[in-house]
């Protein structure tokens, strides 16, 4: 085992849970807009929760990606093409969440604003889902022969696994996008969000603990096992917290629970970064997929620099709109007087 | 078709797509930059009308390029699963580098911009908007440093069949990048000069067809005021004005510099891969002579029957060479060196599937090639021109009354569009029918090359990516209508439609719209601006 590769493992582990931290969140308040916010105004207060950050977020995906390729080409080359269709879902579901948020509010019309909300709400399902399948995949194993290749079909990724870890992710983002509700705003919305927190976080944190212990049973050792001990621990203090109404804390604790179930998993995982379930001879592991020592140093240089400034000014960002935003805060819906508009004014030519 | 073909028109419609509102983002936001920073250091309305503006247009715009980009990472692995094992090791690194140095600091600070006009002083503000366009300027220089790899490969050595990276400063400093990238930005800043050029002139037009602007008897225009039209005041006019000379400007100072670094670029291509740059010219025999008009069978991937019915002499010498003399070696001569030395058939390797033992087809498709070279320059040097011409005719204060003109000067906005797409065809194709180009020069590493056959997903069926090619496609084209669509609406609304404040309140008069003013008072400012 070497040095190198064992820290972009850790790294791309700390990659993916910024991900599902940052993004989980606003995941989740985007299929917050059906079903939660139950008018226009409230559909634009979850927005403008997250509407400074989103896109900084989503980066945390393609870093994630763009270091796996880096330092795992093999790695990101068997995942990526065997999971062709479902990446391809959540490419199209990315596609339209990120045209709907800066669209929706452009054209003052009903309809359209609904058209834009379907995407915002099924766009986020479709892509925590989707990446909730990738990475339970890569964890429990894909069908990939002797180069890397996926056997069998266009399907043949399928497993129950792809559905846990699908509803996994979609359930977690969906419980941080209330506690980051519950935290942002205020007024009604806020105190709905806490209450649904409280009611529904043990049936939406289920599947993603399901994954965890899964993968214990599969390759778990102790120090893995007890991050999942600790991780429901942080569960239940997050549960705790939110019916006291400590929105913070509660926030932080499912946070906690984030990290330590990201930990049992890859921890659990590891060395292995993507089995072959036709022949564990065929299996990737942090060794024979990882790029050249000269490469990892490379970036961890890099990445030792840029890293820390990436938090700290996402951090600020985070400071800087850390006002709660509540239904008052909502201006009128933007219609103007298109310059050209007026007629009147023009003589015929 | 099978696989290959199909992951190849995939590529090649994304890539293209994306790169339509890529240079628009990097040359329009550093123009806005600009403009926000004549406001914050002049304190004069018409810089704030502009940058809420163009903005505005700006940020319709970035979103599309945010959404595109990411089908671009992915679909390294998605549909190029054996490139990405091959060049993971040297390619990979500015992949993720771009997305942690630069595409965080892209999309982080411009959410404090949008978002932040009243939270953050404005000069703070400003910074914001500035270290989001230089993201942006950095983000292109990552990828073009991996581009560039696959033009030139620099920096590896090959271990167990992989080129592996021994040298990054090499990699980081080719100097096949060192030229592509500011080729790149100053085609990006032609974009944005012809944009801005295009819709102010049809604002400038339109305040003279509604009898806002006149011309006095000295033939200057005399700007009036609509009372009833939301923005159409005396300040408009300067709006415009003053935004049609920024972009004619910009659109020349362009121009030359992409002819400048294009030459360069050129000159280094005739080294690193002649057979794209004779297949530019459609250059069949060695010689010294630029063709400006050649007619035959460009297609038929030989040489025999195409005609150069106009040729110059010396001048594609001095293309390559910088003198008028030196024989520039045509296909039929480069054709054989490549058999040569990279073989005739493709090896009979798993990896090339049917294609294995094939003939090995080196000349690029010269249609293309001849013509994408062809079109780049044109649109670029009309673009020019036109913006020069437009500098003249608006030298009184407003333009001309005609209608055809206007339309002119609105479809003008495409030209340097067409002309980054047709370079990036041209070098793209050009390269085949390699996706990493051998580096032909004596020191360099002569076995690191990759032909375009062998790079494509063995495990993925031709099913998958003709699904996902129909799939975006679909999507992309449906995207493009409502982008566009979102683009007219914004601009016929002209600046109102970008200020709804512009309805409240009198520009001058409001302290909120002085950029000193600091920020407002707290309860004011939760959302400065609101989706």
Known sequence: ?349 | MDALEIARWQFGITTVYHFMMVPLTIGLGLVVAVIQTLWYRTGKPEYLRMTKFWGKLFLINFIMGVATGIVQEFQFGMAWSEYSRFVGDVFGAPLALEALLAFFVESTFLGLWIFGWKQLKPAIHLACLWIAVIGSVFSAYFIIVANSWMQHPVGVEMVNGRPVMTDAWAVFTNNTALVAVPHTLFGALAVAGGFLLGIAWYHLWRRRHDGIDTIGADGKVIPGEAAGILGRDRSDHTVWIRSLRIGAVVAMISFAGTAVTGDLQGKLMFEQQPMKMAAAEAACHDGTGFSVLSVGNLGAKNCDDIVAVIEVPGILSFLAKGDFTTEVKGVNSLLGEYQDKYGTTLPDNPIYGDRAGQQIQYVPVMEVTYWGFRMMIGFGGVAALAALLALWATRKGTVPASRGLMRLAVFGILAPFGANAAGWIFTEMGRQPFVVAPNPDPSGIDQVFMFTAAAVSPGVSAGEILTSLVVLTSIYAVLLVVEVKLLVKYIRGGVASAMPELAHAPVDENEDNTPRGGPGKPDDDVLAFAY
């Open chain 1, 1 to 349: 085992m070497e040095l190198l590769p064992t820290i972009w493992f850790v790294a791309i582990a700390v990659l993916w849970t910024g991900y599902l931290f940052l993004e989980g969140f606003d995941l989740g308040v985007g299929m917050l807009m059906k079903g939660f916010a139950r008018n226009n105004t409230e559909r634009r207060v979850l927005i403008n929760t997250i509407g400074p950050v989103w896109d900084g977020n989503e980066v945390w995906l393609l870093t994630a990606g763009g270091a796996t390729f880096a330092a795992f080409p093999l790695w990101y080359a068997s995942l990526f093409s065997a999971l062709y269709l479902p990446l391809l879902l959540v490419l199209v579901a990315l596609i339209f969440r990120a045209v709907a948020f800066e669209y929706r509010g452009k054209v003052d019309n009903p309809r359209w604003r609904a058209r834009w909300d379907w995407a915002i709400s099924a766009g986020s399902f479709v892509a925590a889902f989707g990446v909730g399948a990738a990475l339970a995949l890569t964890t429990t194993g894909l069908p990939l022969n002797a180069n890397g290749d996926r056997e069998g079909g266009p399907f043949a990724w399928f497993s129950g696994y792809a559905v846990l870890g699908g509803l996994a992710v979609v359930g977690f983002s969906l419980l941080h996008g209330l506690g980051f509700l519950a935290l942002k705003t205020d007024g009604e919305v806020r105190h709905r969000a806490r209450a649904w927190f409280v009611r529904l976080l043990p049936v939406l944190l289920l599947p993603m603990a399901g994954w965890a212990v899964s993968l214990q049973l599969l390759s778990g050792e102790a120090w893995t096992i007890a991050a999942v001990v600790a991780a429901v621990v942080a569960a239940v203090l997050a549960w705790n917290f939110a019916r006291k109404g400590a929105e913070g804390r509660a926030f932080m604790s499912l946070g906690a629970f984030l990290l330590l179930g990201s930990a049992s998993i890859f921890g659990a995982a590891f060395p292995v970064v993507l089995p072959s379930t036709l022949d564990p001879a065929f299996n990737l592991t942090v060794s024979n997929a990882s790029s050249s020592d000269y490469t990892l140093g490379l970036m961890s240089i890099v990445a030792c620099i840029g890293l820390p400034l990436v938090l700290a000014y996402q951090a600020w960002t985070y400071w800087v709109f850390r006002r709660r935003v509540s239904a008052a805060h909502i201006p009128e819906a933007h219609s103007f007087l298109p310059a050209i508009a007026a007629k009147a004014l023009a003589p015929k030519d």
